[in-house]
C-alpha cells in the first residue's frame, strides 16, 4: 500500500498495483518478436530424397565443384531418376559436357553422368512443338512492311 502525499490533509492508501511505476504494477511490453532473417541451411539446398533402393546422396557437393559446366549434378541425377523433365530443362541439363568429372568426385559412387545422359539424350530426341507466333499480321501482310 503507498500513502497518500503529506500535506493533502488526509491519510489514503492506495493499492500499489494501481500506481504507475511502483513495484508490481503491470508493465507494458511490446507484443511482437522481431526475428533475423535466416540463410538457407543445407537442407534446403539439397535435392529430393532418394527412393529406398537406390543408393543415397551423401550431398556433399563434391560433383558440384567438380562440374566444369557449373551446373548441380546432385539436382540433375534425382531429377532423371524421379522423370521431372521440366526440372531438368530448368536446371540446363542440355549444358551437361558429359565429362564425367562428376561420377568420379562422387564419394558414394553415384552413376551421376551416366544418367544425366541418358536423360539428357532422351529430352534432346523428343519432339519440340512448333512456336507459335508473338503477333500475326494477317495474310499477305508483312510486319515490317508499311
Known amino acids: 500500500m503507498v500513502e497518500a502525499p503529506p500535506g493533502t490533509g488526509t491519510r489514503q492508501t492506495v493499492p500499489g498495483s494501481e500506481v504507475p511505476g511502483a513495484p508490481g504494477s503491470p508493465r507494458k511490453t ?15 539446398l539439397s535435392p529430393p530424397r532418394a527412393p529406398e533402393n537406390e543408393e543415397p546422396c551423401l550431398n556433399c557437393l563434391d560433383c ?49 553422368a551416366r544418367v544425366i545422359g541418358e536423360a539428357r539424350k532422351k529430352l534432346a530426341a523428343a519432339p519440340t512443338p512448333a512456336p507459335t507466333p508473338i503477333h500475326d499480321p494477317g495474310p499477305g501482310r508483312c510486319p515490317t512492311q508499311s
Open 64 to 112: 558440384v565443384a567438380a562440374c566444369p559446366a557449373r551446373l548441380l549434378p546432385n539436382h540433375l541425377f534425382h531429377f532423371a531418376r524421379s522423370g521431372l523433365d521440366d526440372r531438368l530443362t530448368t536446371y540446363r541439363v542440355a549444358d551437361c559436357t558429359g565429362c564425367g568429372r562428376c561420377t568420379e568426385a562422387c564419394p558414394a559412387s553415384l552413376p551421376l
Open 30 to 44: 511490446a507484443s511482437f518478436q522481431a526475428s533475423e532473417p535466416t540463410p538457407p541451411s543445407r537442407e534446403t
